[in-house]
Nanobody
Framework: QVQLVESGGGLVQPGGSLRLSCAASGIFFAIYDMAWYRQAPGKQRELVAAITRRYITNYADSVKGRFTISRDDAKNTVYLQMNSLKPEDTAVYYC?????????WGQGTQVTVSS
C-alpha cells in the first residue's frame, strides 16, 4: 500500500530554516505528482507547494521566494526547503500524492516558528 513518511520538522526561530523530507513507498514514485500541505490550529489544510513528475513546481503566494520543493526520484523522496521562516508558518506539514482520485497523506510533521 501507499505510505508517505515525513521527517524534519521541529522548533526554529523566526528567520531560520528547516528542510522537510517525505519518503514514499508502495508507488512508482517517478510518475506521481507530489505536494506539501500544512494545517495550522483552527485553520483549514492548505496547499504549500507542489511538484509534478516533470519537475514543474508551484507555490502558495505566502511562501513564494522562501520555500523550495524538490524531488529525488532515485530515493523516492520529496523535499521542502523552508527559509526565512515566520511565526505564521507554524503548522503541521503533510506530504500528499494522489492516485486514481484517491488522496494519500503522511502522518504529518510539526513545524513551530517561535523565539
Amino acid at each position: 500500500q501507499v505510505q508517505l513518511v515525513e521527517s524534519g520538522g521541529g522548533l526554529v526561530q523566526p528567520g531560520g530554516s528547516l528542510r522537510l523530507s517525505c519518503a514514499a513507498s508502495g508507488i512508482f514514485f517517478a510518475i506521481y505528482d507530489m505536494a506539501w500541505y500544512r494545517q495550522a490550529p483552527g485553520k483549514q489544510r492548505e496547499l504549500v507547494a507542489a511538484i509534478t513528475r516533470r519537475y514543474i513546481t508551484n507555490y502558495a503566494d505566502s511562501v513564494k521566494g522562501r520555500f523550495t520543493i524538490s524531488r529525488d526520484d532515485a530515493k523516492n523522496t520529496v523535499y521542502l526547503q523552508m527559509n526565512s521562516l515566520k511565526p505564521e508558518d507554524t503548522a503541521v506539514y503533510y506530504c500528499n500524492t494522489r492516485s486514481t482520485n484517491v488522496d494519500y497523506w503522511g502522518q504529518g510533521t510539526q513545524v513551530t516558528v517561535s523565539s
